[in-house]
């Protein structure tokens, strides 16, 4: 049986934007996210998170980084009895340190690669999915995998909206405060 999806952004959409999060304790969930992801859970939504962490091809940090926020993250959702149904991020950065990860890969957004992963590993009804984010590339992503596009004022959301967005043909569906906001809209519209 097919389902719908939220993609979500992380870094700005999910947890504070702070830069690369080199370490755990850079890590700070946004208000409202556990209750946002609930509402998800509870509404037949697969929640999954799409992520740029280049900061592994850069030697930033290392990859085993990356799953122990998301180890964490899972965690503290848990306690808030919310569930990230999966997470797929892209490691890479053609101009990075790290030969291994230092490629023009096919799933660092805007380009869809981290989608199409998704839509490997469960059964998306993707007509009536949707995509959140604090960036214009997240909307980028949104238009190539012909999601609906929300864009939050969370992260860099308020400067990408302003600065970036009026020059741009490409629009969200909907601008909201955050995520939590983004969902109850996406589950008003639905209902
Ligand atoms: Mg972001
Ligand atoms: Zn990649």
Request: aromatic share 8%; proline share 5%; net charge neutral.
């Amino acid at each position: 049986m097919k389902r719908p999806a939220v993609f979500m952004d992380r870094d700005g959409t999910i947890n504070e934007q702070m830069g690369y999060i080199n370490h755990l304790s850079r890590f700070v969930i946004l208000p409202g996210v556990p209750e946002a992801i609930r509402l998800l859970n509870e509404n037949n939504f697969l929640a999954i998170i799409v992520s740029n962490q280049s900061g592994v091809a850069r030697d930033y940090f290392p990859i085993e980084l990356v799953d122990d926020v998301h180890a964490s993250l899972k965690a503290s959702l848990k306690e808030k009895r919310a569930m990230i149904d999966g997470i797929f991020f892209c490691p890479h950065y053609p101009r990075g340190v790290l030969p291994e990860y230092c490629y023009e890969c096919d799933c660092r957004k805007p380009k869809t690669g981290l989608i199409l992963q998704a839509c490997e590993a469960f059964d998306i009804d993707m007509s009536n999915s949707y995509m959140v984010g604090d960036r214009y590339t997240d909307m980028e992503l949104a238009h190539r995998s012909n999601l609906k596009g929300i864009m939050v004022k969370t992260g860099y959301g308020q400067g990408d909206i302003k600065y970036i967005l009026p020059n741009k043909s490409l629009k969200p569906v909907n601008i909201a405060k955050d995520l939590l906001d983004a969902v109850r809209w996406i589950l008003g519209r639905e209902n």
